[in-house]
């Protein structure tokens, strides 16, 4: 039970990638306010062009603050999660979202990541700031693409043969670490 919002101002950082795999993993409603391919491969999904409703079980998978809709919904998610790519526009950006809403849960996902180094780049970025916030990565993978063109969440790609089992192991394991936050019942946010 989650209202989890996936939230960016910068945009291509992998919001709607990985909006849709969670909420189909997690069995939840994805809805956006920005048309997405998502809305063509999930029965579940939603576009939301003006105001949005609030439900449970969703995720929100929001293309920028043009719709003032958007900030009611993210003050009322039990969590965000921030995708954040290496480079410092997006972690500039990424501070400043953190800061607009500090009083939030927010789950910073580093994004695309070449290198562990590029992680803990980003990490130490961001704690320099808010010491305090959780932080997870998912390295650079076509994972998440070749499951949302084919309409299958990360998992059932990742689960479908030996083949992707094998090609995405290192990708499925950081990506579960996010679901597991939430697949589980003590998800702590
Ligand atoms: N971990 C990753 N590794 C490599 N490519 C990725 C990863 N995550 C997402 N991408 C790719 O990055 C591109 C942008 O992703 P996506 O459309 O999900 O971002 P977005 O934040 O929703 O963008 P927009 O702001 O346009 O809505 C896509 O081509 C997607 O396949
Ligand atoms: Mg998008």
Request: hydrophobic content about 40%; aromatic content about 12%; overall charge positive.
């Amino acid at each position: 039970m989650a209202i989890i919002s996936i939230a960016s101002t910068k945009g291509g950082v992998g919001k709607t990638s990985l909006a849709f795999s969670l909420a189909k993993d997690l069995r939840y409603r994805y809805a956006t306010n920005d048309m997405s391919v998502a809305l063509n491969k999930y029965k579940n999904a939603r576009y939301y062009p003006n105001k949005i409703p609030l439900y449970p079980d969703t995720v929100y998978d929001f293309g920028g603050f043009e719709n003032p809709h958007a900030n009611e919904i993210l003050r009322e998610s039990d969590i965000i999660i921030l995708p954040t790519t290496n480079d410092l526009n997006s972690i500039m950006k990424s501070l400043i979202f953190i800061k607009n809403f500090k009083e939030k849960p927010i789950l910073v996902f580093a994004n695309m990541i070449d290198t562990p180094a590029d992680a803990v780049m980003i990490r130490e970025k961001i704690h320099e700031h808010f010491p305090n916030l959780a932080f997870t990565y998912l390295r650079r993978t076509k994972l998440l693409k070749n499951a949302l063109e084919s309409g299958m969440s990360a998992t059932e790609l990742f689960e479908s043969n030996n083949h992707t089992q094998h090609l995405y192991k290192q990708a499925f394991a950081e990506y579960s670490k996010i679901l597991n936050l939430f697949a589980s019942e003590q998800t702590g946010f």
